[in-house]
């Protein structure tokens, strides 16, 4: 590697780990207001199995607050690899609904910008059952 690359490269971010990791104790919790203050106002939220993101921390708290009685989801963190701009963690979640649940692994990829998640997209490993489980919410 030259001296470019290695002084261009990103270092591990103590910081990024740890707004990750409290954000998915948030949502573990039902700590709304917790999760809200992890998130830019300008939040892009992508889900599995949705064509356009939720663009802005209002809309995307509209969402969930309408989808809440309608189901539980949870997350157990497996790991976590971050820098100061980009976090991947990887989650399995279990959601309850109707009496119905559903685990599932996930890849959470984050853009973090000025100490807040700035964009999420999610990737799992069988998305139609998620699209079938979530169908309606």
Do not use: C
Request: proline fraction near 1%; glycine fraction near 8%; avoid cysteine.
């Amino acid at each position: 590697m030259n001296k470019q690359s290695a002084a261009t490269m990103k270092r591990t971010s103590d910081a990024s780990v740890k707004l990750i990791r409290d954000a998915l104790d948030a949502l573990n919790r039902g700590d709304n207001q917790a999760m809200a203050d992890m998130l830019a106002d300008d939040i892009e939220w992508h889900e599995i199995g949705r064509a356009e993101p939720i663009v802005g921390k209002e809309a995307l708290g509209a969402r969930y607050l309408a989808a809440a009685p309608a189901y539980e989801i949870s997350g157990e963190l497996h790991d976590v690899l971050a820098n100061e701009e980009h976090g991947i963690a990887l989650v399995t979640a279990t959601a309850h609904m109707g009496g119905r649940t559903l685990v599932y692994k996930t890849a959470e990829i984050f853009h973090i910008r000025e100490g807040k998640i700035s964009a999420r997209w999610a990737f799992s490993d069988d998305t139609g059952a998620i699209n079938a489980f979530f169908a309606g919410t």
